[in-house]
Structure formats: structure tokens, C-alpha cells
């Protein structure tokens, strides 16, 4: 092979141009290629031809398959593979940042934080691809990236690919070693990470990654190898074979004897000492005390104990008596916001069969635009069977995991499902074909299907129809009886009902524009159908998060907000979600106990409506009561599991605690869900600055600014200052100010977070004035983050803290 460079791009062909060699590790050679059709850069590895030699191509691209479902966010998955010539490929997406060996070889140590941070991620990244059957065979710092304060793994399944498509056997030729990657007994993997059963060829399993992850433990905790000092590769598997390592507080005095322990049961000789698996590896690590006196796990403030198995026991056997109230539970107790999930999964696996997630429906019409239509669709009939006893879950959290790319199976795995209802549904002349079908999450059996053909005008009906159907099969007759209540036929106008839809699913994203689309649309249904009750309070709600993304709105927004809110309200007193508008326009006002009363009354019309209970608890979060905020933000993600606006909530509530870690967590768990998502960008700006990673944060703001360039203040702009002036970076942040000044028309932006810049900066006169004036303007961000630690330097004036007081009551 004279030319791979030259070889591999005539395999590719049009489809990619390769830029540069990257160089690779003792498996392959790694390009930097474009991908054209996509716009997107991504990496192309070519198996190392010394590997490669007796390779079945076709058996690689078979077994990389495996590794190719693979999603998940600290996982960096597999995109194609193919062969060039008799060399295997496999393309991946380019993660931008460095490995984790290029980051331990810069000379700068890494602090018992960072590294517990990139052994958490790549333990999560275990213990999901565990969860698939995969084993990576391979867990070592060249195969760790780190990106955006994330550790990220590739190469998952490609070790075993390798072994598992050689034609050649134990009696052929053996194909060459090196120091950097052995062959031993027909197991491919590297020597000084290599557990073991596999250096002898024994078959592996889970627990040899396990192993894999304590040498590399040890490795980052204490700066060096367990087995440091061996001259080959053999006397490094023979250390791995009968070597104990020391202690790593003998070698880390200031590490805690539970993390020493952890990693020694990793490294144990025999896999059935070790941990079972990741998730073990995960629970422990939270009950870890570290250096700075933090755990992964809290409970009032006070560090408690990792939970042994007869806890896990005890807490999952209430989690089947109490499913409603787990989420509650999880978030009282401090857990991370993005593992309530998994505890509404637990507790729906008590009673699969009364519960259920909807599906959008996929569109036949053939014009794009009725895809809203189905995804709407899907969510109105969502909120009909919630209304018959069945235990249903989130009226967007399906869609929302169906756009990940999950399969049946594995949504109704995440949210805890016993039965999922799909199908599809086609808009023509009037009329509306719906074609459902009930699929039960264990075996993924049909056990119900219908079809349905219905004028437009009808579509309210229909969906009640659809909802007793469902709730008889799930129930028995006497269940699906609650649901024979007469219909409701909110709108007889089709356009202003799919108007209606596609409003919601737009308001949904929460971006400036999406959410002025939304009101656009809501706007559009109302003129249609002035009695439409719903339509006007969705426009009401809409309206009501306005100021939060467009400065300096709240004064002239808010009684929009209000009468929109009234019109529905007139119409149909029970719309829950114009009870949630009133609300949120008084909170916006700082009429903040007149809004407890209608949030309140909103939640009992409709529980399962997410946002009375997120934005409730934004309201008790700003009036420091923080236990109660706890408890409606974990009901608006029992509502919603996969619901990136209600995570944020949750994390914006431990960033106002200054639970920064637990924040961190929160965060990254939104961002894997939706890398693009600005809110949970802005929120870890702020995060990741006060744990003092400010070149991290400052870089995740300005990411987040150039997706939503905006040509008035923004709280993304406001943040970055803050942040710039936290990090002594002060020009640069006089330069934003200057800015926002700029784009105020010359004034400084009546801001929050503007007022906490200045006082960073040391401007303490102007930063009282600017605090005054966002209380009066008002500020949304204010009302949010009031009680933050961003502003406690301000308040050490008495002035400041009048101002704050004032806003607060």
C-alpha cells in the first residue's frame, strides 16, 4: 500500500473529501474528511493493515453494526463502515478538543475533580453500551476524548469487531503485535489496560472494562500506572496477572480511603470480585467524599453514605408503592435532576400494563406541513387518555426521544412505558384517515390495531374515541368506561385546529423565533375560531415567556398575556393552561403571591400539564422557598420525562442553590439529549464559571451567541460579560457591555445580570442603578436568579438589598 490517502478517497468517492491525517493509535489510521452531502466534519479510520490481515470486511461491518446503535451522550458513535481495497473503515463524527492522553501529557495535573468528572462520564458510558450487549475491550486514555467539559469514548465494539471477523484461527498465522496493541489468544486490546482473562484469551465480558476503567482510576487519581516501571509488554500483562497494585492513598494522600477502595475492588484479579457493572461503579462514586467535602450524593445539605444493595432494595420497593411521588423524592434528596427519569422508569415497571407513551403519528399526506398535524395529533390524544386511568407519560417527551433516533423498545425503556401507541395519520378533502396501533414495550407484539376515517370536523371526537379504545384494551371495560364522557368539540374549523398544533410544537423548542412563530400560529387559529378556548391560551402562555427572550418586553407584553389568558378563561374556565398564563404575567409583574393562587388552581384543573408545575416552581425558587420548588419541579418532569425545558428548570433551581456539581451533571444530561438546546447552554455558562472552569464557560456562551445571533440584549450576551469579568478578564467584558449598550440604542440594558458585571468590575454605583432599574423594568432574569450567588456581592448594600427585598415579597 504505497498511497492509503490516495486509496481511501477513490473508495469514497463524491460522498467525502478527506482534508488531513490525524495520525492514529495502534489501531488504525485516522483522516479528517467532509462529509459533502451533510456539510459536517467527520473522522474515517482505517483499520491498521497488520490488524487487518485475515479480516472478513463483510464480518467487520456486521459485528460494527452492533456497535452502531449505540447513542449516548458520552459515547461517540459509529456513522458508517465499508472497505477500501482489504482494509476495513468506519466513520465517526469529529468531536472537536483533545484526547485524554494528550491532556495528561501537558504537564499540567489534573485536580480530583476534573478526574472524578471524566470517570463518571466514561462509567456512564459503560454502563449504557453494557446495557446493549457491547463490550469496548479497549477503555484507555488514547479512546477518551474531551470536549466542552465533556469525556466522550469512541471506538466502542471495534476491538471486538476485529476479533470476531479474523478468518484466519488459533492455528493460522497470528498477526503481528506492538507495544501499543496485543493480540493475545485471539483478544485485541492494549497491555497496560488490559484485564487479565483477557491477556490470557479467556472470554470477557463487562468486567473486563471494568478493570480497563480502574487502571485508568488509578491512573488519574494518582498520576501514575498501577503498574508502572514494566520495560515491555510482557512484563505488563505478567503484572496484570499476578501484581497487586499499591494503595492509591499511599500514593495520594489527600484521596479518600472509599475512592482507594473502589478502584482496588476494579482491579481485582478475578472478575467476580469486581463490580458487577458501571452502574455499581456509578452508585459508589456518589457516595464518594471528595478533597473539597462534596458528594455525588446530598440530603439537606449533609453528605450521606453510598447506598448499599439492601437500600437499593428498600428505595426501590417504596418507588413501586409511591410512582407518583418518586420524582418528588429524587429531587428532595438532592439526586440529579436528569436521573428522574429513571425513577419514573422504575415505578412505571410496577404496573406496565396500565401504562403508556403516544407516538407522533407519521405523516401520509405527502405535504410536509401535516407533519405538525401528527405530532400535535399525538399529543391532544395523550392528553385524552390521561383522562381515562391510564397512567400515561408526557404529552412530548415520546416525540422528543423519537427524534433522538431511539426505537420502540428503548423509549418505552426511558420513560418507564408498559405499551406505546403509534401510527400514522393522513389530512385529504375533509376528511382525516388515522390508522393506530398498540404495541406492547416487553416483546414489541401488536396487541391492538385500528383504522379510522372521520371529517376534519370531527378530529375531537375522534380522538376521544381512540382514547376509550385504548383505555378498554388496557383496562378491561370498566376502565375504559371513565373515558365514555360526551366529547368536547373545542373547534370545528380545521386550519385553526392545525394551527393550533403546529403552534404547540414550535413553542415547544424555546428559542426568540420559535416562540414568535407560536404566536403567530396561535394568532392565526383564534382569528379563525374566536371561541377556540385552548388556541387562546396557548397564545396567552406564549405570550407570557416573551420577555424572556426579548429584553424590556414584560410592561407592554404582559397585558396581552392577560387578556388572551381572559378570553379562554371566558370561554372555558378548566383550561388549565391559561390559568398557568395569569400566573406567569403576575410573576412577571411581581404580583407573586396572587400568582401561587392561580398556579395552584391550574394544577388542580390538569396535573399532567408540565408547565404549571415548572414555572410554579421557578416562582417559589425566586421567593427561596426551595424545598417546595424541588417538589413542583419534580412533577413537571414526572409529566414530562423527556422534556428538555422542564431538565432546565430543574437545573436552573441547583444553580440557584449553588449546587454547582449536581448543576454540572444537570446540564450535560440536557445537552446529550439536545446538543443545540441555548437554555441549558446559558445555564452551564454559568456552571461551569463557578467551578471555576471559566475558559469552558466563557467558550460555551460565545458558542450558544453565534446560534442566536440577535441584534437586541440578550441574557446569553449579559451572562458571557458576567462571566469574562469572573474570570479577570476585564477588557473583554467592558467590550460585551460596551456592546449591549450599543444595542440598547446607548443605554445600558435594564439587566440583572448587567448590574453583577458591573459590580465585578468594580462600577458599584452604576451597578445599583442599573439593579434598580431592572426591578422596575422588570427583568425576567431577575426573577430567576435573584437569590443566585452572582448577585451576593451587590447585596451587601443596603441599598441593593432594599431593591432585591422589594421584589421578593
Partial sequence: MTDLRAQLQTTLGDGYTLERELGGGGMSRVFVAHENALGRTVVVKVIAPELAEGVSAERFAREVKLAARLQQANIVPVLSTGSSGSLPYYTMPFVTGESLRARLANGVPLTVSQSLSILRDVARALSYAH??????????????????????????????????????????AAAPTSASLTQAGGSIGTPAYMAPEQAVGADVDQRADIYAWGVLAYELLTGAHPFSGKANSAQMIAAHLSEAPVPLTQRNAVLPTALSDLVLRCLEKDAAHRPANAEEVLQSLDGVVTPTGTTGSRTGG????????????????????????????????????????????????????????????????????????????????????????????????????????????????????????????????????????????GDGSVTWTEKYDRPLTNVFALQD???????????????????????????????????YLQGQVLFGRRTAEAVRQSISLFERAVARDPKFARAQGALALALTSVPFYEQGTARTISPL????????????????????????????????????????????????????????????????????????????????????????????????????????????????????????????????????????????????????????????????????????????????????RAKNGGDLPAMGVVAATLERLGDHQAAVVTLDRAAKQPDNWLNMGNRAERYDALRKDPRADAIMKSIEQ
Avoid at 155 to 166: C, T, Y
Avoid at 658 to 676: G, K, P, V
Wanted: charged share 20%; aromatic share 4%; glycine share 10%.
Fill in 131 to 172: 446495557g446493549q450487549g457491547v463490550v469496548h475491550r479497549d477503555i484507555k486514555p488514547e479512546n477518551i476524548l474531551l470536549s466542552g467539559g465533556t469525556a466522550v469514548v469512541t471506538d466502542f465494539g471495534i476491538a471486538k469487531a476485529l476479533s470476531a471477523s479474523r478468518t484466519i484461527g488459533d492455528g493460522g
Fill in 465 to 499: 374515541e381512540i382514547a376509550r379504545a385504548v383505555a378498554t384494551k388496557l383496562l378491561g371495560a370498566l376502565g375504559g368506561g371513565r373515558a365514555a364522557q360526551a366529547s368536547r368539540v373545542e373547534t370545528t374549523d380545521p386550519e385553526a385546529y392545525a394551527w
Fill in 302 to 441: 449533609t453528605v450521606t453514605p453510598a447506598r448499599g444493595p439492601r437500600t437499593t432494595m428498600l428505595i426501590a420497593g417504596a418507588v413501586l408503592v409511591a410512582a407518583v411521588a418518586v420524582a418528588a423524592v429524587v429531587m428532595k434528596r438532592g439526586g440529579n435532576v436528569a436521573s428522574s427519569s429513571g425513577a419514573v422508569a422504575s415505578a412505571a415497571s410496577a404496573a406496565p400494563n396500565r401504562s403508556i407513551a403516544v407516538l407522533p403519528l407519521a405523516n401520509l399526506s405527502g405535504d410536509k406541513a401535516d407533519d405538525f398535524f401528527g405530532i400535535g395529533l399525538a399529543e391532544e390524544m395523550t392528553r385524552a387518555l390521561s383522562k381515562t386511568g391510564v397512567r400515561v407519560i408526557g404529552r412530548s417527551s415520546a416525540g422528543a426521544l423519537q427524534a433522538r433516533g431511539l426505537d420502540e423498545s428503548a423509549i418505552a425503556r426511558e420513560l418507564g412505558v408498559g405499551s406505546l401507541l403509534t401510527g400514522s395519520v393522513q389530512r385529504a378533502a375533509g376528511q382525516v384517515r388515522v390508522n393506530v396501533s398498540l404495541v406492547s414495550a
Fill in 561 to 740: 398575556a392577560l387578556a388572551a389568558a381572559r378570553k379562554a378563561i371566558a370561554i372555558d374556565s378548566s383550561v388549565a393552561e391559561a390559568w398557568v398564563a395569569v400566573a406567569q404575567a403576575q410573576v412577571n409583574l411581581w404580583e407573586n403571591q396572587s400568582a401561587e393562587v392561580n398556579f395552584r388552581r391550574a394544577q388542580a384543573l390538569d396535573s399532567t400539564v408540565a408547565i404549571a408545575w415548572g414555572w410554579h416552581g421557578l416562582s417559589l425558587m425566586h421567593l427561596g422557598r426551595f424545598g417546595e420548588a424541588h417538589d413542583r419541579m419534580a412533577r413537571a418532569q414526572t409529566a414530562e420525562p423527556a422534556s428538555l425545558i422542564a431538565r432546565t428548570w430543574g437545573a436552573q433551581l441547583l444553580l440557584t442553590e449553588r449546587r454547582y456539581r449536581e448543576a454540572d451533571s444537570a446540564t450535560r444530561a440536557i445537552l446529550s439529549m439536545d446538543s443545540t438546546y441555548a437554555l441549558a447552554w446559558d445555564a452551564r455558562g454559568e456552571v461551569l464559571s463557578f467551578l471555576g472552569r471559566h475558559d469552558e464557560a466563557i467558550a460555551a456562551l460565545q458558542r450558544n451567541l453565534e446560534r442566536r445571533a440577535s441584534s437586541l440584549p440578550t441574557q446569553t450576551e449579559g451572562m458571557l460579560a458576567y462571566v469574562l469579568a469572573r474570570a479577570g478578564r476585564a477588557s473583554e467584558a467592558r467590550q460585551v457591555i460596551d456592546r449591549l
